[in-house]
């Protein structure tokens, strides 16, 4: 697949191309029953074309989305991914469709242009449907690492992460009336060899995960049958008699894309990248946030199964004590690279309840915060170095120059807005209040959030374009917009580099 085709395959559905019923080549229209009934048409003089599966149109369905309702049962052509799509291994991502396109570009932005090889869905509703990207870069572990480490948010929103380890058993199979058979084959083979990798108990234990969900029923009814046929000669069991998923030692990962499955078994225990290679560094700043297992000591388990977990549940601790919008301005430090210094000064424009103004309060812990909103602020315990101006950004301005002149710097080097109003209402109130400390010298950021305040989606993107035109006219030497995961669908964040006078 090109990148073009990957994109519409994750973006937007779109009814099936004209004409229905399909036609042949040389424009007659196909032979319903010939398609459909077991014994063929039976009219010796059929006006309409018969032809073999493989030579009629291609399925408008499966060809873009990777998916068809119908299944093996359609009456048009499914081409079949090529086996080489996945190269000599990587990851298959799991996520919700609203936010497919974002991990699309984040994937590209991380690892290159290329590396995004097959992009298809599970099912064809446009709401809750997930999407599956398959990133092909030969070092499943490796993958994972850079996206965690630069992209943390993203991959906690991730619902699935399937690993295909270049050193671990791998296959592919065409999904045609024999694939079952021969899936069913290479998993006793595959298994059979695990025996010498047991647990405690003298056994191994296989935990299945795969998407869709029919495919991990059909795994299991395999996995069913290899046993019962098997029996004590083979000692490979699913989860079960207290041996929970966490515990168990291998792990068969498998994705339908495209006609093709994707399978792989790897040990949980395993580690499959060495040593070697930069240090491992931490996409979140707060030290009670998950830490990556250095390289060469994480196993595969701790890298596409366990650190996913635990990004979630570090979220969701820090969801429960605060509000949603505290994580758009944590991404947005990460997604632009904004280097908060401990001494740094920062004004938050609108700041109630509080969730940006907690963010800027711990990494400034020698500089000073100002949460100005005539609203109450929701943070307990208040951090010191915050001070709430129950006041609007226009009377505010005094204030804040005095206190700019006890702290170190004596300058306002950021400006944060995430008031709920429209984004051009939103960045006049911010440049305004900027504009009176323009003189800073050094540098200093502005980052606002846009939020669909307009008449339709296409006025909205409009506002943007001129909220950013606005703001480059005030002197700011760096403009961008980012769709930030924690961003609704309709919400963006912009952001603002002055470099300062020399």
Not at 250 to 255: E, K
Not at 271 to 283: I, L, P, Q
Not at 324 to 329: D, E, G, N, Q, S
Request: hydrophobic share 40%; charged share 30%; with cysteine.
């Amino acid at each position: 697949m090109d990148a073009r085709a990957v994109e519409r395959a994750l973006g937007g559905l779109r009814p099936a191309p004209r004409p229905f019923p399909p036609r042949c080549e040389d424009g007659r229209e196909l032979c319903k029953r010939y398609m459909t009934a077991e014994k063929g048409c039976g009219l010796v003089d059929c006006p309409r074309a018969h032809v073999a599966r493989n030579e009629r149109p291609a399925c408008p369905d499966h060809a873009t989305y990777g998916h068809c309702a119908r299944g093996r049962g359609c009456w048009l052509r499914h081409d079949v991914v090529p086996e080489s799509a996945f190269g000599a291994g990587g990851v298959v991502l799991m996520a919700d469709s609203e936010s497919s396109l974002r991990h699309l570009g984040r994937c590209r932005e991380i690892l290159g242009a290329d590396a995004v090889t097959v992009g298809g869905r599970t099912a064809l509703g446009r709401r809750g449907v997930d999407v599956l990207l398959m990133i092909s870069s030969g070092d499943a572990c490796g993958t994972l690492r850079r996206l965690y480490e630069a992209e943390p948010h993203g991959m906690a929103k991730t619902r699935r992460t399937l690993a295909f380890p270049r050193d671990a058993p791998r296959a592919s199979f065409v999904e045609d009336d024999e694939a079952d058979a021969a899936m069913e084959r290479w998993m006793e083979t595959t298994m059979a060899s695990m025996e010498n990798d047991v647990g405690p108990d003298g056994r191994a234990y296989l935990r299945v995960r795969a998407a869709p969900k029919w495919l991990e029923k059909k795994i299991y009814g395999a996995l069913d049958a290899i046993i019962e046929r098997r029996g004590e000669s083979l000692r490979v069991s699913p989860p079960g008699r207290g041996v929970s998923s966490r515990d168990c030692t291998h792990c068969l990962d498998a994705v339908s894309l495209y006609g093709r499955t994707f399978t792989s078994i790897w040990r949980t225990r395993g580690v499959y990248e060495d040593a070697r290679g930069e240090e491992t560094r931490s996409g979140f700043p707060e030290p009670d946030a998950p830490k990556l297992p250095k390289r060469g000591d994480a196993t595969m388990d701790d890298l596409a199964f366990v650190y996913p977990l635990l990004l979630q549940d570090f979220r969701s601790d820090v969801r429960s004590s605060s509000c949603r919008a505290y994580f758009k301005l944590h991404e947005a430090l990460l997604r632009a690279g904004v280097p908060v210094k401990d001494d740094w000064n920062c004004a938050d424009i609108g700041a109630a309840p509080g969730g940006w103004t907690r963010t800027l309060g711990e990494r400034v812990t020698s500089g000073v915060v100002w949460a100005i909103d005539p609203a109450e602020l929701v943070l307990d315990p208040m951090p010191v170095n915050v001070k709430h101006l129950q006041v609007l950004a226009e009377d505010a301005v005094q204030t804040v120059r005095e206190g700019l002149r006890a702290t170190k710097t004596g300058e306002l080097n950021l400006i944060v807005c995430d008031a709920n109003m429209h984004p051009e209402a939103c960045a006049r109130i911010a440049l305004e209040f900027a504009a009176k400390f323009a003189s800073s010298k050094g540098e200093s950021w502005l980052i606002l959030s846009t939020k669909n305040f307009c008449k339709g989606t296409l006025k909205w993107l409009k506002a943007i374009d001129a909220t950013m035109e606005m703001v480059r006219d005030a002197g700011y030497d760096e403009v961008f917009v980012r769709h930030l995961f924690s961003n609704c669908a309709e919400e963006k964040t912009l952001f603002a580099r002055r470099l300062g006078k020399p």
